[in-house]
């Protein structure tokens, strides 16, 4: 753990001077100096920023778990239910590959520009990163495994506990944390549309006001925010797969 | 313990129905060890999960311990090919599973699996997942599971046959002193020859597909530990290939 953590300080640092690199090279106003950036950040992380940040996080953490208690229980359901998959998956196959930015316009005439839409769209994005895996995970466990639960005595419910769910967790997390980086991308551009809070409005704010550290604190904030989701997803994995690790 | 009489058990896979077994009748008395072996594809396993309840779909008449055979039996303990470990338990969860399922409270289920680690020289791998043992560890795991539920019938599925030759005879030895210190019913169905003639106090011999039985072999030596070592333990043997090998149109026993 010690060892990780050392390894992310030299990464930021690396990244630092970087930036400070080509910021002192190039002489822009629009490109902030990395300190500048930093100073805007440490200062507004009491205030303002903090506040957008946490906006943010809470919208990407409802839609994570959101999208885990509808995705999981359905892609169990499609695993184990050949006929209902058959014809489930026409459907997925068709609204899977839509980006699913382009119902951003959709939703916001729905359902309002509140953190409903945003919330909504992720949950949507993520949904369907972690019905397939789940569904083809739940396919592929052994049979045998099965039977020797079954001849232990498990039920349905046992089975699904001691079974098929700690199968597919390790093909859920990581899932989530190939789709999380989407839908960090996606929040952006829907808080940068319809918002008041959040970081994309935060930053989209600084730009128009041309506060330019602002503006980098506010990518600062939102690398903040996508590290913490991959450390706790990985210490998740970590914790709960430990079977893998060895 | 066990009464198989005329089991026919037919696959339908769409189209073209398979039959595995035909004709299938054995007994095996109440505290007996009973070997069933034959060639790849005869039914064994088929034979096996119908004896554990976890194939429903036959016909005739499959009894054991006097009622007609029916899935979750709770005396009953299935020990499959592959161990049927859970890769995510380590040993001690593996081996709490049956009990944990059987809704044993948590106290009395870890004393007794505690007790059978020990028996078995598994404790020092209780923290151990399965991908970290080797194949003769695995297998006393699942064996180890399977005794905690207590069983009076024990049904394994090739056993041992994933195992190098050493370990594979130690872990006959093994079984063969938990027969004799739990006084259970074991089925075990093998393809090696060596295998049931040491283990199997009957041996039943099946035909190629559909599998039906071409003969049962009483086996007094088995049971001994130094039975393997007897001159006569050959003379089973060989004729035993001799029946695999070439008369499998004989009908009944010898």
């Not at chain 1, 068709?94 to 769209?121: E, M, N, Q, S």
């Not at chain 2, 006097?66 to 009953?76: A, I, W």
């Not at chain 2, 995510?88 to 948590?106: H, Y």
């Not at chain 2, 004393?111 to 020289?121: D, N, P, Q, R, S």
Request: charged share 15%; net charge positive.
């Amino acid at each position: 753990m010690i060892r990780r953590g050392f390894e992310a300080v030299i990464a930021v640092a690396a990244l630092f001077l970087l930036w400070a690199l080509v910021a002192s090279t190039l002489k822009l106003e629009a490109l902030s100096s990395p300190w500048a950036a930093f100073r805007v950040f440490l200062r507004d992380l009491n205030g303002p920023l903090g506040w957008h940040l946490l906006v943010s996080t809470y919208r990407v953490l409802a839609g994570i778990v959101l999208s885990v208690l509808t995705a999981v229980p359905f892609g169990f359901f499609l695993g184990r239910n050949p006929t209902a998959d058959r014809f489930v998956t026409p459907f997925i196959y068709l609204l899977y590959p839509v980006p699913k930015i382009v119902l951003l316009p959709v939703l916001i005439a729905l359902l309002g520009i509140g953190d409903t839409t945003k919330i909504f769209l992720i949950t949507l994005i993520l949904f369907f990163q972690i019905l397939l895996p789940v569904r083809d995970g739940v396919r592929y466990v052994p049979a045998a495994l099965i039977d020797s639960v079954i001849s232990l005595g498990a039920n349905t419910r046992a089975i699904y506990r001691h079974v098929i769910w700690p199968a597919v967790l390790p093909d859920i997390l990581t899932a989530l944390r190939v789709a999380s980086g989407t839908a960090i991308a996606v929040l952006f551009f829907a808080e940068t549309i319809s918002s008041q809070e959040g970081l994309g409005y935060y930053i989209f704010d600084a730009l128009s006001s041309w506060a330019y550290p602002e503006m980098y604190a506010g990518i600062i904030a939102m690398g903040l925010l996508g590290f913490l989701i991959y450390t706790v997803l990985d210490w998740l994995e970590r914790r709960l797969c430990a079977w893998k690790h060895i | 313990m066990i009464v198989v009489d005329d089991l026919r058990v037919v696959y339908n896979p769409p189209g073209t129905p398979v039959t595995a077994l035909e004709g299938v009748s054995f007994r095996v008395g109440k505290g007996e060890t009973c070997a069933i072996i034959g060639p790849s594809g005869c039914g064994k396993s088929t034979l096996l999960y119908v004896l554990a309840g976890l194939l429903r779909n036959f016909q005739g008449k499959v009894v054991v311990a006097g009622e007609p055979v029916k899935p979750g039996r709770s005396k009953t303990a299935l020990i499959l090919q592959d161990y049927g470990l859970l890769p995510w338990k380590n040993t001690f969860d593996n081996a709490c599973l049956g009990l944990e399922i059987r809704r044993v409270p948590r106290n009395v289920r870890e004393a007794a699996v505690k007790l059978i680690l020990h028996e078995l020289g598994l404790y020092e791998l209780r923290m151990l997942y399965p991908g970290q043992l080797s194949g003769g560890q695995r297998q006393r795991v699942a064996i180890a599971r399977a005794l905690a539920l207590e069983p009076d019938l024990l049904l394994m599925d090739e056993p041992f046959s994933s195992l190098d030759a050493l370990t594979r005879e130690a872990l006959q030895e093994n079984l063969l002193e938990i027969w004799g210190r739990t006084g259970c019913t074991i089925v075990l169905v093998t393809h090696s020859i060596e295998e049931a003639v040491f283990l199997g106090s009957q041996v039943v011999v099946l035909s190629p597909r559909p599998g039906k039985v071409v003969a049962t072999y009483p086996n007094v030596g088995a049971g001994d530990k130094l039975w393997r070592r007897d001159p006569e333990f050959y003379k089973v043997c060989s004729a035993l290939r001799q029946q695999l090998a070439g008369g499998i149109d004989d009908t009944q026993g010898v």
